[in-house]
């Protein structure tokens, strides 16, 4: 079975600064996704980020970036100039290669402030 | 494209009665997952359709079901409700292809009372 554990319930970031969410997974696979979506208080789940296992550089969207370490089984998630609009739960997500099912973390509440 | 739609958004039943929610996927998305957000387990996996087969079950009783139909649209239902399903129930969809993202609709949140 998978875990995801995110050990950061929530953080505070000032507007313009930078954050890094920490999440680690356990698996035998060798074939996966992984993702971090958020959840702001519209509750509408928004993907942020994926990143292929099989792939070493890690991906980067605009302001999002991850730190993928497959030998430890790391996966952060580093938002750079955070803006008031970042504020949200962020969730780190597992799906194996082979199927459709999400396996998520608890979540990190991020809070950024003027 | 439009995005994940799901229908009702707000639902308030009470213990015993059961419920049907709606989902329907982004055009040309073969693939729906549902998902059941609570405060207490966070977001947990119910099941997966693709060309209106079950094809992944999460760990639910039996009063869970679903069913997909052949334009991909997803039906899930609640039987026998009980306090504990008051959640908000999330619906994803995919191509369905091994390496596809799943999207997010808004939710249904449901209230038992």
């Known amino acids: 079975a998978q875990t995801v554990t995110q050990s950061q319930p929530e953080m505070s970031v000032q507007e313009a600064e930078t954050v890094t969410l920490s999440c680690t997974y356990d698996?035998?696979?060798?074939?996966?996704?992984l993702f971090w979506y958020k959840q702001p208080p519209s509750r509408q789940m928004i993907l942020v980020i994926r990143?292929?296992?099989?792939?070493?550089q890690n991906a980067t969207e605009n302001r999002f970036s991850v730190n993928f370490q497959k030998a430890a089984k790391s996966f952060s998630l580093k938002i750079s100039d955070s803006q008031l609009g970042d504020t949200a739960m962020y969730f780190c997500?597992?799906?194996?290669?082979?199927?459709?099912?999400?396996?998520f973390g608890a979540g990190t509440q991020v809070v950024v402030t003027p | 494209k439009a995005g994940v739609t799901q229908t009702p958004r707000y639902l308030i039943k009470t213990r015993g009665q059961q419920v049907t929610l709606s989902c329907s996927p982004i055009?040309?998305?073969?693939?729906v997952s549902w998902y059941q957000q609570t405060p207490g387990q966070g977001l947990q996996f119910l099941f997966e359709?693709?060309?209106?087969?079950?094809?992944n079950k999460g760990n639910f009783p039996g009063r869970f079901s679903g069913r997909q139909f052949s334009n991909s649209r997803s039906e899930m239902n609640v039987s026998t409700l009980e306090l504990g399903d008051s959640a908000l129930y999330l619906c994803?969809?995919?191509?369905?292809?091994?390496?596809?993202?799943?999207?997010f609709g808004p939710g249904t949140r449901l209230l038992v009372l």
């Open positions: 055009s040309g998305h073969r693939s």
């Open positions: 990143q292929e296992a099989y792939k070493q």
């Open positions: 997500a597992f799906r194996p290669r082979s199927w459709g099912k999400l396996q």
């Open positions: 698996t035998s696979e060798n074939n996966y996704y």
């Open positions: 994803a969809s995919s191509l369905g292809q091994e390496e596809e993202t799943q999207y």
């Open positions: 359709y693709f060309s209106e087969t079950q094809r």
